[in-house]
């Protein structure tokens, strides 16, 4: 990446000398912003070289100031426009949720609306969820225990502007199934959070992108910040990003093997309030300063002493290193033991994370403009509290004995809760929405996720299920039950993953996929190489054969199909904006019409064995052969129809 641009002045504070306690700085002691800047400096160029990022820009503050604010590579790269901190606009992702939280909690400070109340009693008719979803509380939109299934695709992201809908529009028609009752998981929700925009613009006579400028971004003099995005007006629909703002927009990137490739716009206007907000570094840094200052910056106050303590304050009680959801935003445990809130964001392109430190009185945010971001921002705030406020510490953590011994409570594999719960998006994510967890020799756990694996080792007991990471901060919590674990939680909480059972395990659909493969192809072989005499079978036995062959056919074409799907899975983009796809489409539709033929086989198999009074030159081996093939289809159809694997209709 270029040379990066710093945006002002900083006022230099001299270095303090290291403490006594091992660590640079003493919980009182301010940042030095040289000795800051230097080390962000070599994280960022380690990092964007490391991960293949194209831009970035990081603003932090602490007492009250704004000790680095920077841009890092570039916003554009045809042609070549370097970051900018105070004017280039990155999408940031989730990290919108907490000015919806804001806008929602101002609503309850001034007593129109109430968390334990349901939010049907805050929305226009029209949106007011149905059934036993109705009895959604105010509350469990902030901490994500709605209940709903998690669908994204096809409809999250848009890359046609004409496909964005009015809010009110989408939360009818993108409505989630209720896979569970309300309140008793934290399993993330962008629909729930459009929920709460909805709610807290409901009554004011204004959109909801009107009511954050007016009370967040105009009070703050956040001039870059904005829902809006850079479309045609159109009729129904919230203003579209004033004309001022639209160059300093950030071209998202991805990394394939032949370098950075644009990727498209995302259009997130229709849920604007769970992510379609764009802002700056500098922006940002405002924004910052006015959440550590309990909801106060210069002179103006955009929210009050409940809300201040509340987004402090976790709705539920977790276990240690678990985010408790404090009203919206994320817990964090950080290293030397202390404590942040704020949140993370991502869409296709762009990864952000905000961090506020009270404590500390410090602010980290750090923002992306490439799919493969994640593995800078996530671990930047923390990072910069260890190397600063931290002892020195000693990695990699070493296992034990204790979990050696006791790999069977955890080994398995784990689903997520956040995924879809039907249909073929669900089929998708459970194949890609789980987790593998397997214990080493050594006494480490290993969680392998998305081609991605993680080393924990135990923090306390093993029968307690607690483990932190071996390389950094990370925490996850197993929950124990009679020896075995069911589930596990991240630091997060964004979702809870469950033990997998036999028939939803992507190891037990790959074997039946494979055997059906093996059994279609021996049917097919079979086909060329049967002797003359073998052709005298009767005509039950013939229509049997035929519909096999058939059937053959069928499954070689669905499985490879299925296959070609998942080789072009790494395609976000593609996955995302043409959802479901032909290929998918018609893996689906062949897979039904060989599994309905099934059942026709099943009903000829007494006929088969008994043959006809005349002629059955069916041997024994080949009606062994013939009833093997017809359960091996009938298992794979089975687990294929349980999965939602056989619905070419759905979404």
């Known amino acids: ?9 900083v006022p230099t504070v001299a270095a303090l000398p290291r403490q006594p306690s091992g660590a640079r700085l003493e919980p009182g002691q301010p940042l030095d912003p040289a000795e800051l800047e230097a080390f ?15 831009g970035a820009a990081v603003a932090i503050v ?35 949720k907490t000015f919806t939280w804001i806008l929602l909690m101002k609503e309850v400070e001034a007593g129109r609306i109430r968390l334990d109340r349901p939010v049907n009693l805050y929305l226009p008719e029209k949106v007011r969820l149905p059934g036993r979803a109705g009895r959604v509380t105010v509350a469990n939109l902030l901490d994500h225990t709605v209940g709903f299934e998690d669908r994204a695709l096809g409809q999250l992201f848009e890359n046609n502007p004409r496909r964005v809908r009015p809010l009110d529009l ?30 807290a613009a409901f009554g004011s006579g204004k959109t909801f992108e009107r009511k954050a400028e007016e009370e967040i971004f105009v009070p703050l003099g956040m001039r870059h910040t904005t829902f809006r995005e850079p479309r045609e007006e159109r009729r129904g629909l919230p203003a579209a990003m004033p004309a001022a703002l639209r160059d300093d927009v950030v071209q998202g990137y991805g990394w394939r093997a032949a370098g950075f490739m644009p990727d498209d716009y995302e259009y997130i206007g229709h849920i604007a309030p769970a992510g379609s907000a764009s802002s700056t570094a500098g922006d940002m840094s405002r924004y910052m300063l006015m959440l550590l ?20 304050s976790p709705l539920r009680q977790m276990p240690p290193g678990v985010n408790g959801w404090a009203h919206g935003f994320m817990t964090m445990d950080l290293p030397g033991g202390h404590k942040g809130y704020g949140h993370l964001g991502a869409t296709i392109a762009f990864m952000s994370n905000m961090t506020l430190v009270p404590d500390l009185n410090l602010g980290v945010f750090v923002t992306t403009n490439t799919e493969t971001g994640r593995e800078l921002v996530t671990p930047l705030p923390a990072a910069i509290v260890r190397h600063f406020y931290t002892p020195p510490a ?25 995924r879809a719960y039907g249909g073929l998006e669900g089929f998708v994510g459970l194949l890609t929405g789980g987790a593998d967890v397997s214990v080493t020799s050594g006494g480490r756990l290993i969680i392998n996720r998305g081609g991605q694996s993680k080393a924990f080792v135990p923090e306390g007991p093993v029968a307690e299920g607690r483990f932190i990471s071996a390389l950094d901060d990370e925490r996850v919590v197993f929950h124990v039950r009679d020896g075995r674990a069911t589930s596990f939680q991240p630091w997060s909480n964004t979702e809870t993953l469950v033990r997998a059972p036999f028939s939803e395990r992507p190891g037990t659909l790959m074997t039946a996929a494979a055997l059906t493969a093996l059994a279609a192809v021996a049917t097919l072989f079979g086909l060329v190489l049967r002797n003359r005499r073998e052709l005298r079978q009767n005509q039950v036995q013939a229509r049997a054969a035929l519909v096999q062959n058939i059937q053959a056919g069928l499954w070689i074409a669905a499985i490879a199909l299925f296959a070609a799907f998942a080789a072009g899975a790494g395609d976000v983009q593609a996955i995302m904006y043409g959802w479901p796809g032909p290929l998918l489409i018609t893996a689906s539709a062949s897979a039904l019409v060989a599994a309905a033929l099934t059942l026709i086989t099943i009903a000829a198999l007494p006929a088969v064995w008994q043959g006809g009074r005349r002629v059955d030159s069916w041997t024994v081996t080949r009606k062994v052969f013939f009833t093997a093939t017809v359960l091996i289809y009938t298992a794979f159809s089975v687990l294929l129809a349980m999965n939602g694997a056989l619905e070419p209709w759905s979404r």
């Not at 990446?1 to 002045?9: C, E, I």
């Not at 990695?395 to 784990?414: E, K, M, V, W």
């Open 293 to 312: 200052g309990d909801g106060s910056w210069n002179g103006v106050t955009i929210f009050g002493p409940q809300a201040a303590r509340a987004f402090r």
């Open 170 to 199: 989408y939360l009818r028609q993108e409505r989630p199934g209720r896979v569970r009752a309300p309140g008793q998981v934290s399993s993330y929700s962008n629909y729930g959070a459009a929920l709460a925009g909805a709610a």
């Open 40 to 54: 962000v400096d070599g994280w960022m160029a380690d990092a964007m070289a490391r991960e293949h990022v194209a």
């Open 62 to 96: 602490q007492n009250g100031q704004v000790i680095l604010k920077k841009g890092y590579g570039f916003a554009d790269l045809t042609p070549r426009r370097p970051v900018d901190p105070d004017r280039s606009l990155f999408r940031i992702g989730s990290i919108s």
């Open 1 to 9: 990446p270029a040379r990066p641009q710093t945006a002002g002045a």
């Open 394 to 418: 000693v990695f990699p953590r070493q296992g034990t004995r204790d979990l050696a011994d006791a790999a069977d409570t955890f080994s398995g594999y784990y689903l997520t809760t956040r």
